[in-house]
């Protein structure tokens, strides 16, 4: 019978022990778990940091080439409506050229040919040269002068679009300047054949005067044609990649 008294305190110990290791294991558990949560939830928030930056990474990307495209199709757009325009106006003043308007000023009085004159912004010393002169060298003199100045609003305007031209050409699509350049080649190839017939005025020819001109407008009108139809098309295009190019 002495041994029950340390039987009982075995069990009770036996038993107090079992108590504290559930309790050890209870806060284990509720510790590990909130240990784990901890852990993912800073695993979640570091991926998700990371998802949102390759997100701005790739927004920003998207919207610079998206600004990149609308700087390259306003400057296309631009740089082609332009250029059409100062070529369009250079094509005419030389096609133009196979016709000159006469004035009779060999008829008119000194009055009339004062005002006249100082009209069309002669210098005062071309004007003493041309009222020195009566009949047809009065005309004549006069129709130099004329074409002269005519001559020089011609070559201002191929110069200008040439100009242009040279500067922009950069944002056209594969084809325009090509065509652009072919034109012009026509427009130069008239406006030095004008400039000659008025250096050779009344000087006897052993070709036709108007050749290249003439070239100008038969060759050149097609084309003219052609180009303002690509041209019309691109600008007024709402897919860009379709009708890339102008071949």
């Known amino acids: 019978m002495e041994f029950e008294p340390i039987l009982a305190a075995v069990s009770k110990y036996i038993v107090g022990a079992g108590g504290i290791v559930a309790v050890a294991f209870g806060v284990f558990r509720f510790l590990g778990t909130k ?3 901890a852990k993912f939830n800073e695993r979640l ?4 940091a990371a998802e949102d930056r390759s997100v701005r990474h790739i927004q920003s990307t998207i919207d610079r080439e998206i600004h990149r495209a609308k700087k390259l199709y306003d400057n296309e757009f631009t740089a082609l409506s332009e250029c059409w325009k100062l ?8 096609a133009a050229t196979i016709a000159s ?4 000023v060999e008829r008119f009085t000194d009055e009339e040919l004062d005002r006249h004159l100082s009209a ?10 041309v009222k020195a002169k009566t009949g047809k060298d009065r005309a004549d003199e006069y ?7 005519r001559y020089k609003t011609v070559d201002e305007a191929w110069r200008k679009f040439r100009s242009y031209l040279d500067a922009n050409s950069i944002f056209f699509a594969d084809g325009f300047s090509e065509r652009f350049r072919a034109i012009e080649a026509l427009i130069i190839g008239s406006n030095v054949e004008f ?7 009344g000087r006897p020819r052993t070709r036709d ?4 001109t003439k070239k100008l407008r038969t060759e050149g009108e097609p084309l003219m044609k052609e180009l303002e139809q690509l041209v019309r098309k691109r600008i007024w295009s709402v897919d860009k990649g379709a009708e890339g190019s102008a071949q």
């Open 120 to 129: 069309r912004g002669m210098a005062e010393w071309k004007q003493r040269e």
């Open 45 to 48: 928030q570091t991926l998700k």
């Open 195 to 201: 400039e000659d017939r008025i250096r050779e005025y």
């Open 101 to 104: 308007l006469g004035t009779a």
């Open 87 to 94: 070529l369009r106006v250079a094509y005419d003043l030389s």
């Open 35 to 37: 240990w784990l949560d």
């Open 143 to 149: 129709h130099v002068w004329s074409e002269w100045e």
């Open 209 to 212: 005067a108007f050749e290249f």
